[in-house]
């Protein structure tokens, strides 16, 4: 649910000559609440704005790799008015289907940079560990300056690339259906902070997040097929349960109460189950019965004992 944390290290440098451009020459859309505002094509973005080549150490591969670039906030100026700097959450939306949300507090205080090519390489590309293969970083990857990153445990989930479209969102309003009950334990509510940060971006809850990963609420919650203690084993390292799953450990910095959050986060939420859009009613939707429980837990003992 979330990448190593590697934290970045950037130096402007002059723009060199030999760069790797993203053969997807498809504009980027901006949006606001789903509903497309503008688009730029590369040509218009450099000639608005200035780029810059920065060099950060890459948090996929971790080494130093530089990037032709340019700055996210003035772009994001140019595209919205000043209004989106006190807006909520800006939610980068990925080819693959990926759909990071990162605060408008965090770009605005910190010094993102939007990537497009990368110096001295044929391919904008970099190796990813979670998927144990090349992907493209293109037409857009979000890289982070080092005086003024986001919270260092959140470096991993911070670095969308293959962006496509940016949409100025408010959280509450776009993802409704995730939202945890008003009666949910203070931990459940942390625990759904956190989800939201490291999680969403893959998975959806009640149909609603990122299309990369499995639903995890609806019409049978994980909490319950899966023991809690397993359940965090998973979260926590993946890996160490399934060795070719695609899911990143969570941060190395993430303690054991931020794990026990986003569990007691899934528990809150499996007492709240929604039909996702177009999905069938199913008798499922509900708590499952004792009996039902009493299977399950059968069936659990050939993954997490007894």
């Not at 992907?135 to 991993?156: D, H, I, N, Q, T």
Request: one cysteine or more; glycine letters at 6%; hydrophobic letters at 35%.
């Amino acid at each position: 649910m979330g990448l190593r944390v590697i934290l970045p290290v950037l130096w402007l440098l002059p723009l060199a000559c030999s760069t790797s451009r993203s053969t997807n020459r498809e504009p980027l859309v901006f949006k606001k609440d789903g509903h497309a505002l503008r688009q730029m094509k590369l040509e218009e973005i450099e000639t608005l704005q200035q780029a810059t080549t920065v060099a950060v150490r890459e948090p996929h591969e971790q080494r130093r790799m530089t990037f032709k670039s340019v700055k996210l906030p003035p772009l994001l100026d140019i595209a919205y008015g000043t209004r989106w700097r006190s807006a909520d959450q800006l939610l980068f939306i990925c080819l693959d289907g990926y759909q990071q949300p990162i605060p408008v507090t965090d770009i605005v205080t910190k010094t993102p940079y939007l990537a497009y090519a990368k110096t001295g390489a044929q391919s904008f590309s970099v190796h990813d560990p979670a998927k144990d293969k090349d992907v493209k970083l293109g037409p857009y990857y979000l890289v982070w300056g080092k005086a003024s990153r986001p919270s260092e445990e959140l470096m991993g989930a911070y670095w969308p690339y293959q962006v496509s479209q940016i949409d100025l969102i408010d959280f509450a309003s776009l993802y409704p259906r995730t939202l945890p009950p008003q009666n949910a334990s203070a931990s459940a509510q942390r625990g759904f902070k956190a989800f939201s940060q490291r999680c969403i971006a893959c998975h959806t809850i009640n149909g609603q997040g990122g299309g990369v990963s499995i639903e995890l609420n609806y019409p049978v919650s994980v909490v319950e097929l899966f023991k809690p203690e397993w359940l965090a084993k998973w979260i926590r390292n993946p890996r160490a349960i399934r060795y070719n799953t695609a899911m990143p450990p969570l941060p190395a910095q993430d303690d054991q109460q931020t794990l026990e959050d986003i569990v007691a986060y899934l528990g809150a939420m499996s007492g709240a189950k929604q039909a996702p859009d177009g999905a069938p009613h199913t008798s499922q939707h509900r708590r499952l019965p004792p009996e039902g429980k009493a299977q399950r837990a059968s069936e659990r003992r050939r993954v997490g004992g007894s």
